[in-house]
Each structure stands twice: as C-alpha cells, then as structure tokens.
Nanobody, 115 residues
Framework: QVRLVESGGGLVQPGGSLRLSCAVSGRSISTIAAIYWYRQAPGKEREFVGVLTTAGATRFADPVKGRFGLSRDRAKNTVYLQMNSLKLEDTAVYYC????????WGPGTQVTVSS
C-alpha cells in the first residue's frame, strides 16, 4: 500500500524559511509521474502549490513562484518543498499527492507564518 506522509511544518516569522518533506512508502518515487503539493488554509478550498515530475520539471502556483522550490532524494524516497520568504498568507496545512491517481490524503503538515 502506497502512503504519503508530510512533515517539516512549524511556526515561522514572515520572511523565514521552512522545508517540508513528503515521504513516500510502498512505491519508488521514480515510478510516480509527478508529485504535487497542495495547501488548505482555514475556511478555504485546498489549492495547488507546486509539482515535481519524474523528469525533474517543476511548476508552481503564481502566489509562490520565485519563493518556493521542489527537490527530491531518491535514496530517501522523499520529495521536498523548500519555502522561502514566507508570508502570512502561506499559513495553511500542506499536503502532497499524486494526481490523477490520488492516494489517500496524508495527515498534512501545519505551516503557520506569524510575527
């Protein structure tokens, strides 16, 4: 059974950085066409943040372009979301998943940007 577990969230001041992890178990990330990151802020719909394809291509939502980056460690079977220059509006629970073949959503990891 393939599982996704997000981690790395926390409380950070505006302008700070965090690196989130999406650990995949049950399947090699090299065999997954693309791993997407999403976030859901209180009272809002879950939204797309960024995607890393197996070929190494990335794409980001406009609100995070130039501030967020994606990378992977094949040995650890993990995809990372590097978040820099964090803003108050980045506060949300962050999730990873593998559309169009969605897996059960993991617990997510809470990111709170606050002064």
């Amino acid at each position: 059974q393939v599982r996704l577990v997000e981690s790395g969230g926390g409380l950070v001041q505006p302008g700070g950085s965090l690196r989130l992890s999406c650990a995949v178990s049950g399947r090699s990330i090299s065999t997954i066409a693309a791993i997407y990151w999403y976030r859901q802020a209180p009272g809002k719909e879950r939204e797309f943040v960024g995607v890393l394809t197996t070929a190494g291509a990335t794409r980001f939502a406009d609100p995070v372009k130039g501030r967020f980056g994606l990378s992977r460690d094949r040995a650890k079977n993990t995809v990372y979301l590097q978040m820099n220059s964090l803003k108050l509006e980045d506060t949300a629970v962050y999730y990873c998943n593998t559309p169009p073949n969605f897996l059960p959503w993991g617990p997510g990891t809470q990111v709170t940007v606050s002064s």
